[in-house]
């Protein structure tokens, strides 16, 4: 399954946020920097999903805000 994802990071409190069926905005803690927002954002969904953090991919935006997440 894929899904489009709103990356808000540096926020105060880490969460996920379902816009609709295949939309989340999901805020995490963690800057944008060397990659950590983004490592946060799969932890992020992984535990909203209740599934390994190893079977959520970042298919595109991986530098945007905007992204496209694929779930295993």
Same mark, same amino acid.
């Given at each position: 399954?894929?899904?489009?994802?709103? &990356?808000?990071? /540096?926020?105060?409190?880490?969460?996920?946020?379902?816009? #609709?069926?295949?939309?989340? %905005? +999901? *805020?995490?803690?963690?800057?944008?920097?060397?990659?950590?927002?983004?490592? &946060?954002?799969? /932890?992020?969904?992984?535990?909203?999903?209740?599934?390994? #953090?190893?079977?959520?991919? %970042? +298919? *595109?935006?991986?530098?945007?805000?905007?992204?496209?997440?694929?779930?295993?």
């Amino acid at each position: 399954m894929k899904i489009n994802v709103k &990356a808000k990071p /540096n926020s105060h409190e880490e969460k996920v946020e379902k816009v #609709s069926d295949t939309e989340f %905005i +999901v *805020s995490v803690k963690e800057p944008p920097v060397q990659g950590r927002a983004n490592r &946060a954002i799969i /932890n992020a969904l992984a535990l909203h999903f209740g599934i390994a #953090s190893v079977r959520v991919k %970042i +298919v *595109s935006g991986h530098i945007s805000r905007q992204k496209v997440v694929e779930i295993l």
